[in-house]
């Protein structure tokens, strides 16, 4: 937001990061008040994986539908208006059925399928997704070499949707890994925006930080990137009084010995946040998280309307305005 | 149909050479006709290619979905009760849709290639998605080697189904090759069966006998087994009184070169046969089909109804009795 950002149309103001669901409802808010245009989405893509030999990469297709409004409106995946003709006749086929594949989602996979194996990059195919589908705000990989979350269970490691679809959470787990983020290559687009100085704010949006934010933050250059930035790093908690607003996350901090709090959310991000957001119901929290020395705001993050992604997004925004410089 | 056919029940009484449409309506008929399981059908496979990085038979899908009653009524490819979300979606994304996939059609061209990509063979997948959909007939493809049929034009050669469905066969055609087809192994049981001595009937089935059956008998050992088989080579004619059933065999035969008829066709196959089946329309060319060696069978050829089916196959099972042995 500084005078330089007006130059150029594509400069990134705000960069999200997110996973699915929770962080697409506050993605979808930044874009409706924001200029879309100037919002860069990076997408956890350790929930990638390979299936029936497609690629499929849930995260930013979640993210992707949500934008463009194609979004299921309750499920958090997939499409709306959706046939299921296909999975009836891989079922009569014997085919595996357990991860749900949508006949519209379908093409998705398959025409990223062929053309990753034509050569382009996850970003170029996400972005070209994006324009066709009328997305005008910039959805990119986290990276676009493999990352894989594996889940560690006291059975051994589990590949990512196999814990957590097939196998629906159920086995405990005692921490997660993600296999290639050591050798991989963050995204160069989110990189430069976080060393741009026109960067007004990176959101941590409110997903599953253990296994929606944590793939991002591992990834080499990411945690320098966001110490060194001039943008403030706000993360909006996904507890709200003590529970996860949608998925696993409760049962998650559970098993890995975290405390299902907001705060114990603000001490996981630890020094990587300069803000933190959380819920009216959880004002309480707001001393002990600022006592991390983290600045916090107080608001409604629970979003069922599209009017609460806005307002939250508003906040989110306003908050980052207190970093700005004079 | 000899002492020893009922030994083993899976011992092949029948073969049956085919291509899509034209040939399953026979295909159905010889399978209510005769025992099901002693029926065994080699599908052409140089329609077969790879489209949005999956492997498509249509020969072998069109026979498979025949036999278990899931075909199309009209079109003469792909399945009843379809749904069409994933074409929708994938032209949204800028995919292409030349070739069109209906959403239950698309499950059998992702789990075959998901198998093909795991090792196993064509044969093998065929069997067993023809077991899990009740079929009881053998279908196998002419070979588990590629075969590509490759249509050469003023304009240079085309992929077969950029000749045929793409361009919808506008393109002048001078000829086919088979690429692959040398090195090819033909299908093990379709040899065996050739040589067996119980089996009873070759049938040609009244497909397109260049890009449907010539595939077929370009295969090495094909002809040689087919002159040495025990059985009698019985080919139905594709062109009743100068027109081809369906598609596009006549425009075909006028840029070969080679006339609109029947008689054209039995020249076509030449020593190969030993009888040959026109329609009632036809009946004046018998002689000159005689005159080439081979016995012919006047009869009903045109397929409508079931019944239809049936009948032409009854009829063509009864004079391939006329070389049994006594």
Redesign the interface.
């Known amino acids: 937001m500084n005078g330089s950002s007006s130059e150029k149309r594509s400069r990134v103001a705000c960069l999200a990061l997110s996973g699915g669901v929770g962080g697409a409802k506050l993605v979808v808010g930044l874009a409706r008040v924001m200029d879309p245009v100037a919002l860069l989405v990076v997408a956890n893509t350790g929930d990638d994986f390979e299936h029936?030999?497609?690629h499929i990469s849930p995260d930013i297709d979640t993210l992707t539908y949500t934008l463009a409004g194609l979004n299921h409106p309750k499920n958090g995946w997939g499409?709306a208006d959706?046939?299921w003709?296909?999975?009836?006749?891989?079922e009569?086929?014997?085919?595996e059925t357990w991860f749900r594949l949508?006949?519209?989602?379908?093409?998705?996979h398959?025409?990223r399928?062929?053309r990753l194996?034509a050569g382009e990059t996850l970003t170029a195919i996400t972005a070209?997704?994006c324009a066709?589908?009328g997305v005008s705000t910039r959805v990119v990989p986290m990276s676009d070499d493999p990352v894989r979350t594996v889940a560690e269970t006291p059975d051994g490691p589990l590949a990512f949707q196999h814990y957590f679809v097939r196998d629906r959470c159920q086995p405990v787990v005692k921490g997660f890994r993600f296999a290639g983020a050591a050798e991989a290559r963050a995204n160069p687009s989110f990189l430069e925006a976080l060393a741009d100085p026109g960067l007004s704010a990176v959101v941590i949006c409110p997903s599953n930080p253990f296994i929606s934010v944590d793939p991002i933050l591992t990834l080499p250059e990411v945690r320098a990137g966001l110490a060194a930035s001039p943008a403030p790093v706000i993360a909006v908690s996904p507890i709200v009084g003590g529970r996860a607003i949608k998925g696993p996350t409760a049962k998650m901090m559970r098993e890995l010995g975290i405390p299902c709090t907001a705060l114990a959310v603000a001490r996981h991000y630890g020094d990587l946040l300069d803000g933190f957001v959380v819920d009216s119901e959880d004002e309480a929290l707001a001393d002990q998280v600022r006592e991390l020395g983290v600045e916090v705001l107080v608001t409604k993050t629970v979003m069922e309307s599209l009017e609460d992604r806005m307002s939250l997004a508003r906040a989110v925004l306003d908050f980052a305005g207190r970093w700005r410089r004079p």
Chains 1, 2 share one sequence.
């Open positions: 029936l030999g497609l499409r959706e046939t003709t296909f999975m009836a006749a891989l009569a086929l014997g085919g949508g006949d519209g989602d379908l093409a998705t398959v025409e399928t062929r194996n070209d997704f066709r589908l």
